[in-house]
C-alpha cells in the first residue's frame, strides 16, 4: 500500500511530498531532499494501516 507524506526538509526547510510504502513494515532509509539536494534519514515506522514518519539530517 502506497500513501504519500508531506514533510519539511530539515536542511532547507522546503515542504516536500514523500511516497511512503506501508507494505514493508518499519524502515529506515537515506534519500536526498529533491530541493536541496542534502541526505536525509527517513524512519519510518508503520504497522499496515497507521504510520509515523520522521525525517532528520544524515549528519544528527
Given at each position: 500500500m502506497l500513501?504519500?507524506?508531506?514533510?519539511?526538509?530539515?536542511?532547507?526547510?522546503?515542504?516536500?511530498?514523500?511516497?511512503?510504502?506501508?507494505s514493508a513494515g518499519d524502515q529506515q532509509y537515506i534519500e536526498d531532499?529533491?530541493?536541496?539536494?542534502?541526505?536525509?534519514?527517513?524512519?519510518l515506522h508503520t504497522d499496515g494501516i497507521d504510520w509515523t514518519l520522521e525525517v532528520r539530517r544524515e549528519d544528527e
Open positions: 500513501e504519500t507524506q508531506s514533510y519539511q526538509c530539515p536542511c532547507c526547510g522546503e515542504t516536500v511530498e514523500a511516497l511512503l510504502d506501508l531532499c529533491p530541493v536541496c539536494c542534502r541526505p536525509l534519514l527517513f524512519e
